[in-house]
């Protein structure tokens, strides 16, 4: 029986990826994360020196960013997960992914990744479009936030800089800018998402409600 799809999107330290794994990993279903794609792009970019503001140049580049549940690779070479979390790939990626053409590039590279995991059996997939945009049939959709001091608590954490709070805190507040106004595909909960604000939250807490959503599902199926 073909598996389900759950999308977990949501702003930068919202909690996605550390939710989507947990959930992923009890429900035995794959993990895939979208924004690897596009934060692949925005490095290639950064280290080809291209103009990010050159929407067909990126979008060019863009076509040698693959994706699957181990993550993106650019030239069928795996990028170490770090080197897409730093701020300045962070910040070029909200920049790269508000271009039309890359977004029809990398498009259908997310779509077959997340189709050939619902084949397999079933796929959590993280990102910010998710649910609106990428996968708008998957059966379950949620959307995640929280207090934006909060978030940037949780990244600093996340990639050992909590002597650079003020820093990332400006970082996901411009992200937060330019991913809600941009004009395609905004950040936004899809009409049939389940919002969960996880500013309170604990991760287990979290991740119960996402799991007995999804299990729900399951046995209705």
Known sequence: ?????????????????SVARQVAGRLGFVNLNTGAAYRAAALLALREGADLSDGPRVADLARRV??????????????????LRT???????SRVSAGAGLREVLLPVQRAAANEARDGGGAVVEGRDIGTVVLPDAELKIFLSADPEERARRRARQTGREG???RIREAISRRDRQDSEREVSPLKP??????LDTTELALEEVVTRVLDLANGLRRGA
């Not at 389900?4 to 909690?15: F, K, M, N, Q």
């Not at 994706?67 to 997960?81: E, F, N, Q, T, Y």
């Open 1 to 17: 029986m073909k598996g389900i799809l759950v999308t977990i999107d949501g702003p930068a330290g919202s909690g996605k990826s």
């Open 66 to 83: 693959g994706l699957d549940p181990g993550g993106a690779s650019i030239d069928g070479k795996r990028v170490p997960d770090p080197d």
């Open 87 to 93: 701020p300045e790939v962070a910040a070029a990626a």
């Open 164 to 166: 650079e709070l003020d």
């Open 190 to 195: 899809a009409p049939d998402a389940v919002v």
